[in-house]
C-alpha cells in the first residue's frame, strides 16, 4: 500500500505520525512510504532519516493526492480541506464530535477518516490516548515542582526536601492513567503523595503496583477539601468519559490552600476540573488566582515531541500495518477496536456520537462493511 506522512501545520504542533523506525518496518513488508518534506523536524527526525529507513521524500501536494493512507497526528484544518478526497484512508486524532465545518468537510470530501481516540478495546481501553496520557501524567508532576520555585511565582519548596527538611505533597485527584502516571514521578523525586479515587476496583490495583508507597483516599467533597488544604501541588487527573470534567476543586477551596501552591490541571482537555483553570499554552503556562498558581496547558505532550512522536507510532503501528497489509474493509472486520475508530467511511458517519453532535445523518459500519473476516 502507498502510505504517506503529512507534515502538521497546526501552531505548535511538532509530533510527527511515523518515525523512521516505523517507516522502516512498513517499507520492509513492501509498502511504499511517503514522507513529505521536513514532516519530522520538530521531532529531531530528518529526511535523510527517512530516506535511510527506506521512505521517499515528497512534496505536500504529492503525499495528501497520492497516498492511499495518510497518517498524521492532529486533525486536518480548513487549509488542508481542500486536499481531502473520495479513496483516501486518514488515520489520526479527529475530536470531530467537537468540530462541525471539518465532519462536513470530511463528509462532502467522501473521504474515509479513522480517528485515533475513538480506537476502543473490548474492555474499553483506549489505546491511542493512553501514550498521551503517561506524558501528560509525568509532565505534570515536573511541571508542579518547577513552579513551586519562588521566582516563578511558587512557594519555594523543593519538592524532594533534603535530609533534615522534609518532602513536599503532592495531591493527584483521579488515578487513572494520568494518576498513576503523575504518582511515580512525583515519588521518584521524593515527594509525599496521595491519590484520591472513586473507583474502588481502581484503588486496590494501585495498592498492589504502588505497594504501599502512596496514600489511596476515596474522593469526596469532604476529602478534597481537607486535603488541598495540605497540598503543594495538586494535580487535576480526572475522567468521566463522555462528559465534561466534574469541577471538583472549588474557587472556595482555593482559600484554605497554602498561598504559593500549584495546580495542574491535566483535565483541562475536557474542560478542567478546577472551577478556576482556563486552558493555556507551553508559551505562556501559568496564571495565579487567590495567591494559587495555575497550569493548565491543554496539549501537554506537545512539549515533549521527540518523546510523543515515538510513544504515538509505537501505539499506532500495529494498527497502521493492519490497514496497509489487508485494506481498511478487511482490518476493521479483523479488528473491533478499530473499527470502533472509523468515524468516516466514504463519506457516511459511521460513529454514532458524531452524528449525534451535529445532527447529521448516521450509518451504522456494518450496514456498509461486512464485520466478518473474509
Ligand atoms: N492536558 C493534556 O495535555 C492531557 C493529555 C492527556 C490526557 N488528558 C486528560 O487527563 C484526564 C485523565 O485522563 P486518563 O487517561 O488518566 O483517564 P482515566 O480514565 O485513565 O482516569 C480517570 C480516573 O478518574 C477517576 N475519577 C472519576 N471521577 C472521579 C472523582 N470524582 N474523584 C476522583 N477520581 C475520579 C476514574 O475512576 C479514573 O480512574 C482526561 O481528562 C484526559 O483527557 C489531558
Not at 523512521?20 to 511517503?34: I, K, M, S
Not at 521512505?55 to 488542508?80: C, T
Not at 509525599?192 to 494501585?206: F, G
Not at 501537554?300 to 510523543?308: K, N
Request: proline share 5%.
Amino acid at each position: 500500500m502507498r502510505i504517506g506522512v503529512a507534515r502538521e501545520i497546526k501552531t505548535d504542533e511538532y509530533r510527527v505520525a511515523l518515525t523512521p523506525a516505523g517507516a522502516r518496518e512498513l517499507a520492509q513488508h513492501g509498502h511504499d512510504v511517503l514522507v513529505e518534506s521536513t514532516a519530522g523536524e520538530g521531532s529531531a527526525f530528518l529526511d535523510s532519516d527517512y530516506e535511510r529507513a527506506g521512505a521517499r521524500i515528497v512534496s505536500v501536494d504529492d503525499v495528501w493526492a497520492q497516498s492511499e493512507l495518510l497518517l498524521k497526528v492532529k486533525e486536518p484544518i480548513e487549509p488542508e480541506y481542500g486536499r481531502l478526497r473520495e479513496g483516501l484512508v486518514l488515520f489520526t486524532y479527529l475530536h470531530i464530535a467537537a468540530d462541525e465545518p471539518l465532519t462536513r468537510a470530511l463528509v462532502d470530501s467522501g473521504i474515509t477518516a479513522v480517528a485515533y481516540e475513538t480506537v476502543e478495546t473490548d474492555d474499553r481501553r483506549l489505546p491511542l490516548l493512553a501514550p498521551m496520557s503517561e506524558i501528560a501524567g509525568r509532565l505534570a508532576s515536573q511541571a508542579g515542582a518547577h513552579f513551586l520555585e519562588k521566582p516563578l511565582g511558587g512557594r519555594g519548596l523543593l519538592l524532594s526536601g533534603v535530609p533534615g527538611v522534609a518532602p513536599g505533597r503532592v495531591l493527584v485527584v483521579g488515578g487513572g492513567i494520568v494518576g498513576y502516571n503523575a504518582a511515580i514521578i512525583a515519588l521518584g523525586l521524593g515527594a509525599q503523595v496521595t491519590i484520591l479515587e472513586r473507583s474502588i476496583d481502581r484503588m486496590r490495583h494501585l495498592d498492589e503496583i504502588l505497594s504501599g508507597r502512596v496514600s489511596l483516599v476515596m474522593s469526596s467533597t469532604l476529602q478534597i477539601e481537607s486535603s488541598v488544604s495540605d497540598a503543594d501541588v495538586v494535580i487535576g487527573a480526572v475522567l468521566v468519559p463522555g462528559a465534561v470534567a466534574p469541577k471538583l476543586i472549588t474557587r472556595e477551596m482555593l482559600g484554605v490552600m497554602k498561598k504559593g501552591a500549584v495546580i495542574v490541571d491535566v483535565a483541562i482537555d475536557q474542560g478542567g476540573c478546577v472551577e478556576t483553570a482556563r486552558p493555556t499554552t507551553h508559551s505562556d503556562p501559568v496564571y495565579s488566582v487567590d495567591g494559587i498558581i495555575h497550569y493548565c496547558v491543554a496539549n501537554m505532550p506537545g512539549g515533549v515531541p521527540i518523546t510523543s512522536t515515538k510513544a504515538l507510532t509505537n501505539a499506532t503501528l500495529p494498527y497502521v500495518e493492519e490497514v496497509a497489509e489487508h485494506g481498511i474493509a478487511e482490518a476493521v472486520a479483523r479488528d473491533r477496536a478499530l473499527a470502533r475508530g472509523v468515524n468516516v467511511l466514504h463519506g457516511k458517519i459511521t460513529y454514532e456520537a458524531v452524528a449525534e453532535a451535529h445532527d447529521l445523518e448516521y450509518t451504522p459500519l456494518d450496514a456498509v462493511l461486512p464485520l466478518t473476516p473474509a
